[in-house]
């Protein structure tokens, strides 16, 4: 069974430029969380997507956004890069129910220059 | 404090040895419970759910704790690729966002 995937594997932009990442969850999973983890720090919670609906979101600024399909595929869009930007973009999926695992995808390592 | 709390280590230890973390959790109302390992530059990996009862899976123990609010891994006969970052998460059960992630644990076995 396929597991997660994440789309660029390796994405390198400039200040002020837009980011587009791309999650495929586990088939029959309904949640998508996104997560940010700069160099040497733990997960940050982004956003937790369900039904293609935003459930939450963590804290960070509003240029972070996203968006769920009806095939529960997600993207993450990161408005006007900053240099603090740059970090390794996780997304995980699980079933809805909530005390499931998640499962993470391998990531995608953004670079802003 | 943290929702979610690890010693960050390095924990290193010899090939062979057994090893154990803690991590202690604040919201009593916390129903679920998980071990993840994950390798320098790449994605968690779920190492185990940790259930009431303690469970077991080779040579890895993992067992809850309720009154005292901790869970913790066991690892027996450390080998060189359990060199890692284990980090603990803890589901909320309640509230929008569920699932708590500590920041982890190093462990490095040593030859």
């Known amino acids: 069974e396929a597991g997660v995937t994440q789309s660029p594997t390796h994405l390198i932009k400039t200040r002020g430029q837009q980011a587009t990442l791309r999650c495929s969850p586990i088939s029959g999973h309904t949640s998508v969380y996104w997560y940010q983890q700069a160099l040497g720090l733990g997960l940050q919670f982004l956003l937790w997507y369900d039904e293609g609906e935003e459930r939450n979101r963590g804290n960070f600024p509003p240029r972070f956004s996203g968006r769920q399909f009806p095939n529960y595929s997600s993207e993450l869009n990161v408005n006007a890069l900053e240099l603090e930007d740059s970090a390794l973009y996780l997304c995980?999926?699980?079933?809805?129910?909530?005390?499931?695992?998640?499962?993470f995808g391998p990531g995608t390592r953004l670079t802003v220059l | 404090r943290k929702e979610v709390e690890q010693d960050p280590g390095p924990f290193n230890v010899p090939e062979g040895a057994t090893v154990a973390f803690n991590c202690t959790y604040s919201n009593s109302a916390s129903q679920s419970f998980f071990w993840y390992r994950q390798d320098c530059r790449k994605e968690p990996k779920l190492l185990m759910s940790?259930?009431?009862s303690g469970n077991e899976d080779g040579r890895f123990t993992a067992q809850l704790n309720r009154a005292s609010q901790y869970i913790s891994l066991l690892i027996r006969d450390s080998k060189l690729s359990d060199s890692a970052t284990y980090l603990c998460v803890v589901n909320r059960g309640s509230g929008t966002y569920k699932y708590i992630f500590g920041t982890g644990t190093r462990l490095k076995v040593l030859a």
């Open positions: 995980a999926s699980s079933f809805r129910t909530g005390y499931n695992e998640q499962f």
């Open positions: 940790v259930y009431s």
